[in-house]
Every structure is written in structure tokens, then in C-alpha cells.
């Protein structure tokens, strides 16, 4: 139980356009779905906490019009990468936490990478 | 300073060995402490889940928090091949009704068969 899909798990795209990557939770409703960045050999870095039927909280320095968050339903998030260069190039990663958990954990999914050419 | 401190690594040991991971924190808020393994270009997967000070074991893991000195420590028993990973300190604490998770850096585990 508990499985976090995310879809493409690699894309590439042309600078200037802009990429869509879905977030699911297939057994689960999530209430609130988080998205991370990760640089290689790097950590995780927060970018921003989507909750459904909401706008996304976004971290700081992270431009909330270029990484387009939308939580439609209580299993699909989406990170959409507006006007993508190559400095966007990284892994993106979702984690979704179940609805009516009495704690904190969250389930993450196995990741898209993005390049930018 | 960073919230989270963790030795980047690498750590090579041989097939077998004891491992110890550590990481250290300067936020006494943090409430949930978390141990994640995530292979190369793939999603972290959560190995241990703590709340409270003291010792946590899953089989050849063991999770060790102590608040007093704000460090937590992961210790892997009869490392095998197939532990070669990143492994990633994880901790939380609420924000505006939130848990947001603050990861360390990572430590890269390589284990010689």
C-alpha cells in the first residue's frame, strides 16, 4: 500500500517550453502532496506544499510562476515548468501524505527528470 | 548554518561491516526523525520512522535519536552489497499546521563484496 506514481520519468524539452509532471497516489487520498528538487549529489530541497483544492505554499526563492502547482483532487498533483532553460534541469520528486494520518509521514515517488537542452 | 548536517560521505566499507549513520540538527522543534534510502536516479524509500529519544531496530537497521544532543545516528548490521545507496537523515517539524520534511545532504554507503 501506500504507492506514489509520477509521470514522465524523464523528459526532455527544448529551452522556453514548458513540462507537466503528474504526481498520483493510487491507494490512497492525499490531502497534501509536497514537491522536491534534487540537484545531483545533492538533497532534497523543498519547493512547495500543495494541498487540495488550494493554492500551493511555496519555499522560499522558489518562483511560484515558473513551477506551476495545481492539486485538482485528492490523488493527482501536477508541477508544471513554465518557460523551462537549463538551469531547470534536475530531478523533481512528489510525496503525498494520506489523508486522516495522525502523523506526519509521507510517501514519495520515484522521481522525473527533466533536461533542459 | 544548516538545519541538518550530514556527512556527505563517501563511506566504503567491506561486506559484513557495522555501519554507522549520522546526522546532527540545530532545531530543537524537530519532532519526527526519519531514515530514507534512495538508489541512484530513483525516489527515496523510507527505512525507519522515530518520535522519541532512544533506540528503534527493523531487522539489520537500527535507529538511534538523542534529543539531548540533537543527533541521530543510523546503524546498518551485516552490510551487504545491495545496501550501496545514498542514505538520507530526514526530520520534521509543523509549520502553520504543516509537517514539512528538512532532509540532510546524504551519505553514499558503498559496501565491497
Known amino acids: 500500500g501506500a504507492v506514489v506514481s509520477q509521470h514522465p520519468s524523464w523528459v526532455i524539452c527544448k529551452s522556453g517550453t514548458s513540462v507537466k509532471i503528474e504526481c498520483r497516489s493510487l491507494d490512497f487520498q492525499a490531502t497534501t502532496m509536497f514537491w522536491y528538487r534534487q540537484f545531483p549529489k545533492q538533497s532534497l530541497m523543498l519547493m512547495a506544499t500543495?494541498?487540495?483544492?488550494?493554492?500551493?505554499?511555496?519555499e522560499q526563492g522558489v518562483e511560484k510562476d515558473k513551477f506551476l502547482i495545481n492539486h485538482a483532487s485528492l490523488t493527482l498533483s501536477t508541477l508544471t515548468v513554465t518557460s523551462a532553460h537549463p538551469e531547470d534541469s534536475s530531478f523533481y520528486i512528489c510525496s503525498a501524505r494520506p489523508q486522516g494520518e495522525a502523523y506526519n509521514e509521507q510517501f514519495f515517488g520515484p522521481g522525473t527528470r527533466l533536461t533542459v537542452l | 548554518q544548516k538545519e541538518v548536517e550530514q556527512d556527505p560521505g563517501p563511506l566504503s566499507v567491506p561486506e559484513g561491516a557495522i555501519v554507522s549513520l549520522n546526522c546532527t540538527y540545530s532545531?530543537?522543534?524537530?519532532?519526527?526523525f526519519m531514515w530514507y534510502r534512495q538508489y541512484s536516479r530513483k525516489g527515496p524509500e523510507l527505512l525507519m520512522y522515530t518520535y522519541s529519544s532512544g533506540n528503534k531496530e527493523d531487522g539489520r537497521f537500527t535507529a538511534q535519536v538523542d534529543k539531548s544532543s540533537k543527533y541521530i545516528s543510523l546503524f546498518i548490521r551485516d552490510s551487504q552489497p545491495s545496501d550501496s545507496a545514498t542514505y538520507l537523515c530526514a526530520m520534521s517539524r509543523s509549520t502553520s499546521g504543516t509537517y514539512k520534511y528538512i532532509f540532510g545532504t546524504g551519505t553514499r554507503l558503498k559496501v565491497l563484496a
Open positions: 500543495s494541498n487540495e483544492g488550494s493554492k500551493a505554499t511555496y
Open positions: 532545531n530543537s522543534a524537530f519532532q519526527y
